[in-house]
């Protein structure tokens, strides 16, 4: 196995041969929980000891109570799994973690990599990326001319602008170490190693890339117009590298191999947050709010939708909508998205023939293939949350709803500072209860043992599921039991507030000393000279020094009501079959809620979680 190896913090010389590639090897690239990336080829005798052991050689660094991770998976010794230019992550185990030492971080002056295998590589397959084909092809050209990127001064995360030859800006890369809350963060929010919670907790630091790339791969024939997007190890100077975890900068001027998303810079006038929604195209909106319902998308403002001018002069009359910004899309359990087209009027108009047609070809479960084969390391919870938003998108489409009524019954309501399930999330839980109540019967039946259904039964006593969730209750168009939740009564324990497994993950409320909206700015060139970057009120960071406790303690806490990936298959698929007969009768209530009262009036209060990257 030729390990890359690397000279200076970060950086250094390659004392390997990565580009000689063996019969029967595959390339790979780990990273470590601080950032550090170490590309390798591996054999047919690697296995999981064998490249913890070369890591611990080549990064100095204590390997032996780690545990290399990819996606779900934790590879204890097969290697089978592992498909060419994969990105694998080496975490400290939980047990061997503490405050002290919070992550795998190399230690001596001899700890970081660079491998010579260009300044820019694909991850994934090629024949998926031919327009990135070409776009890296430019930005490596600019590279050697001497252009070189510079960084993006907006935003909690660290993105560079990097340029062709001709020094025009042709894509934003992100790298994954930098993002809010990662080690390598630049701009005083590091603190967190990757793959803990990150600022959305359903959404874990460093893994905001590959959703931005599932976004373009899932936004068929660009019926969003979301700009190419693909994953990538980049190795450049102008990166960020901390001293550890408490922010202090350690960058030299020596070049660093980062995994990162690269997406393709379009040009535009300006974002949405900067002219009145009403005379953007009724399809633009359809097809973006389409693809958000998709997604999952927890962060839809106006600052992430462009822009450009299409008829060349000063009016407003022809404008093309571009969406960007889809790292906080594909959450690992039902989060409460933020969809800002929810309560403009394009979104209260019935979708078109087109656009039934294209929600009624869509197929989830291709999807989630798809997206296994060009991202493996995407987690099963997240293509869960793809499937189920895709079927209720499907059932609430064809049952006659629009794109705003859609978004509504998907979103949480804020009543007296608590935060209630979505109509959605309700209709879930009610899938949930059946499936429960038929194992319980189903165990009681086998067993005959009164006493352990008793003990069943008192465990619930405080929540009357039987009576809360009549079997009419829908049908009536009152949702008795959401009438209970809303109003306070105890909720059972699948879905109590949501707790990580892992004791590093839990994050404490900071409740006042973060506004609702984070109002970061886009990562394109608009918003970067007009926003400061930084989110209002008394969560400012002053130093780098504060920066540990923003990310372990600035965080808002949600409430996770319905999680997916406790459920084994059989359990998953009679889920999906109870949930589509649960959803009719609430989108009828739906419906008739907004018959009676007309769209738009006496509409629940929502707590807006916008975040700007």
């Not at 168009?477 to 059972?492: E, K, M, Q, T, W």
């Not at 707790?499 to 506004?515: C, F, I, N, R, V």
């Amino acid at each position: 196995m030729a390990v890359a190896v690397f000279n200076g913090p970060c950086s250094g010389e390659y004392h390997g041969n990565l580009g000689a590639k063996s019969s029967g090897t595959r390339r790979v690239f780990v990273q470590t929980e601080t950032g550090c990336v170490l590309g390798m080829e591996l054999d047919r005798n690697d296995n999981a000891h064998t490249v913890k052991r070369r890591l611990q050689l080549a990064l100095n660094i204590p390997t032996d109570e780690s545990s290399l991770t990819f996606g779900d998976l934790t590879l204890n010794n097969d290697l089978s799994a592992i498909k060419k230019d994969s990105a694998l992550l080496l975490t400290r185990n939980a047990m061997h973690r503490s405050s002290s030492s919070p992550c795998l971080s190399p230690v001596g002056k001899n700890h970081q990599q660079r491998d010579m295998s260009g300044p820019i590589e694909i991850l994934g397959h090629l024949s998926s990326y031919s327009r990135t084909n070409e776009l890296v092809k430019e930005i490596v050209e600019g590279i050697k001319n001497g252009v070189e990127p510079i960084p993006i001064h907006g935003g909690l995360g660290g993105a560079y602008y990097f340029k062709n030859s001709k020094g025009e800006h042709v894509a934003i890369v992100k790298p994954t170490d930098e993002e809010p809350f990662a080690p390598n963060n630049p701009k005083g929010f590091a603190g967190k190693a990757l793959g803990q919670p990150g600022l959305k907790r359903s959404v874990r630091v460093g893994e905001t890339g590959f959703r931005e790339v599932a976004a373009y791969l899932l936004d068929y024939d660009h019926f969003a117009k979301v700009p190419p997007t693909v994953l990538v190890k980049v190795r450049h100077s102008i990166f960020n590298l901390n001293d550890g975890m408490i922010g202090n900068k350690l960058q030299n001027g020596k070049k660093v191999s980062k995994i990162a998303s690269l997406q393709q810079f379009v040009p535009h006038d300006f974002d949405a947050s900067d002219h009145g929604t009403s005379s953007f195209p009724v399809a633009a909106i359809h097809r973006i709010g389409i693809l958000d319902i998709r997604i999952f998308n927890t962060d839809r403002h106006a600052g992430n939708l462009l822009v450009r001018k299409l008829d060349g002069g000063g009016r407003f009359g022809q404008v093309e909508l571009i969406p960007i910004d889809h790292g906080l899309c594909l959450p690992e359990s039902l989060e409460d998205p933020y969809f800002e087209w929810m309560h403009w009027p394009q979104a209260s108009i019935p979708f078109s023939e087109d656009e039934l047609e294209y929600i009624r070809n869509l197929n989830p479960v291709h999807d989630s293939e798809m997206l296994r084969t060009e991202l493996p390391m995407i987690r099963e919870a997240c293509l869960r949350v793809l499937v189920l938003s895709t079927v209720f998108l499907q059932e609430a489409a064809a049952f006659g709803l629009c794109l705003a009524e859609i978004g509504e019954m998907m979103t949480r309501e804020f009543r007296s500072e608590d935060e209630k399930p979505s109509e959605l999330e309700i209709v879930c839980l009610e899938a949930r209860r059946i499936i429960a109540e038929r194992e319980i019967a189903g165990f009681d039946a086998e067993s005959g043992e009164d006493d352990i259904l008793f003990d069943i039964d008192c465990d619930d006593a405080e929540f009357d599921w039987a009576s809360k969730m009549s079997g009419d209750f829908l049908n009536e168009g009152s949702f008795s039991y959401a009438s209970n939740i809303l109003n306070g009564h105890h909720l059972p324990s699948e879905v109590e507030s949501f707790e990580e497994d892992e004791a590093e993950g839990s994050l404490e409320s900071y409740g006042d000393k973060l506004p609702l909206s984070l109002n970061r700015t886009d990562s394109h060139e608009r918003s970067q000279d007009n926003q400061n970057g930084k989110p209002e009120g008394k969560c400012l960071v002053g130093s780098v020094s504060e920066s540990r406790r923003s990310a372990e303690e600035l965080l808002p806490t949600t409430t996770s009501f319905v999680k997916l990936t406790d459920m084994n298959e059989e359990e998953w698929l009679l889920f999906l079959e109870k949930f589509k007969e649960l959803l009719h009768p609430a989108l009828a209530k739906r419906r008739h809620t907004t018959i009676g009262h007309g769209h738009g009036h006496g509409q629940r209060q929502r707590l807006g979680t916008s975040c700007k990257f």
